[in-house]
């Protein structure tokens, strides 16, 4: 209502160590850098993993694999790292590397496009395993079919094992 006031608290953060950068595939072919951090409680969750957006974010941030940072849970939910802790990379400046995102995928190992003006880099090839369990699980989840029992664990396996190569394929399972 019009009358009423709202308070946003600050999200809630914690400090720690970026042991090292992964890089996921979703079902577009977006590269998406993790990091993966020393495990630290944040509101009462264990934060071990933090996105990183893109390769735009990682230089904004000056991020080094070995730094120092602060992470948040951005909605109280999404880790993710805010920025890095400058005194603690003075300390440890040799120890610390700098990431590239790759060159190819890291799951097919097809080629890998930034377009101009995207932030993202994506795999092109339209048979890449990780985009097919991305696109299958999208396309099992609650908002579009609501598939029950379809997670993570089942789609890999139906992958793995050259049962599923498309989204249709579900429908020819027994």
């Not at 009462?44 to 957006?53: D, E, I, K, M, Q």
């Not at 369990?133 to 609501?146: N, P, T, Y």
């Amino acid at each position: 209502p019009r009358w009423a006031v709202a308070y946003k608290y600050a999200a809630r953060a914690g400090f720690t160590t970026v042991r090292a950068i992964e890089v996921q595939v979703g079902r577009t072919g977006a590269l998406t850098p993790v990091a993966v951090l020393e495990p630290v409680p944040i509101g009462g969750v264990t934060v071990s993993r933090a996105t990183l957006h893109n390769e735009d974010e990682i230089e904004r941030l000056g991020l080094l694999v070995g730094d120092q940072v602060q992470v948040e849970r951005g909605g109280d939910v999404i880790p993710k790292v805010v920025k890095v802790i400058e005194d603690e990379r003075a300390r440890r400046a040799g120890q610390l590397q700098k990431f590239q995102m790759p060159e190819r995928c890291p799951v097919c190992h097809g080629r890998v496009v930034r377009e101009e003006g995207e932030a993202a880099r994506r795999c092109i090839n339209a048979s890449c395993p990780a985009r097919l369990k991305e696109s299958i699980l999208h396309f099992s989840a609650r908002k579009v079919m609501g598939i029950d029992g379809l997670g993570e664990a089942l789609v890999d396996q139906l992958v793995e094992k050259g049962l599923v190569r498309t989204v249709a394929d579900l429908y020819r399972l027994s």
